[in-house]
């Protein structure tokens, strides 16, 4: 039911000419907040089908989601050029100005809460607060094999790396998935920023992370590093199934309206 009720998406277009598909819910006169998928998701997979947005507009929030590019409904570039970090949140930026957002609270998971790590450090008091779920310091696909998900996407070769063979399924098991866009996104983004103890953002952050996830000490970590940061663990998640806590969400949304 969720999904059939999901709204309609508007496209804002991106420095670079890339159309990003957003999505609006609930009074726009209220305080924002802008949600962000992980990787391989979307808008609505990630946060209107698990209840988020929902909650959120119950909260007395308005709420931007969008689909980043090589997602959902945006266009989905072949191109690993066109996938780096500063483009990533560029595109939040556009978002922002297209819907005369000069101040948001934000909510990002996996991808999304590493763009959102970038964007609270590059636009400054644009965001405010930021919660970050399943967010590793480095790169955590780094171990992602591109030649082998290539052979595999062009001729059918078997995937023998657990890891790349595990996104590979994830990504496929979401309808509309271009994989040779994802691809192209795991190879763009690789050798960007990574988040770090050297860079944290100065905003108060809330960091969630799944018990079962194998980043939790990780994320952790970051949390310690952050000047104004909170940790909590998500009760007998992992890193695949986290946004469908109803703990981590209603944590979250204190944490929002503290």
Known sequence: MLHRTAPEHLFVLSPDGVQLATYELGDPELPTVFVVHGFASSAIANWHATGW??????????????????????????????????????????VLDAYLLTEVRYVGYSLGARVGWQASRDLGGRITHAVLGGIPDGDPLKRFQIADA???????????????????????????????????????????????????????????????????????????????????????????????SRPFRETAIAFLTA
């Open 53 to 94: 947005t929902r909650d959120l507009v119950r909260a007395g929030f308005h709420v931007i989601g969008i689909d980043q590019r090589g997602h959902g409904a945006s266009d989905k570039p072949h191109s690993p050029d066109a996938y780096t970090m500063e483009l990533l949140v560029a595109d939040v930026e556009a």
């Open 150 to 244: 290539r052979a595999h996407l062009e001729h059918g070769a078997d995937v023998t790396d657990r890891l790349t063979g595990t996104y590979l399924k994830m990504a496929k098991s979401l309808p509309g998935n271009d994989l040779t866009a994802l691809v192209a996104l795991v190879e763009g983004m690789r050798g960007g920023p990574q988040p770090g103890r050297e860079n944290a953002p100065e905003q108060p952050l809330l960091f969630a992370t799944g018990s079962e996830d194998s980043i939790l000490d990780a994320s952790r970590a970051l949390a310690e590093a952050a000047p104004h940061g909170s940790f909590f663990e998500i009760p007998g998640r992992n890193h695949f199934n986290a946004p469908t």
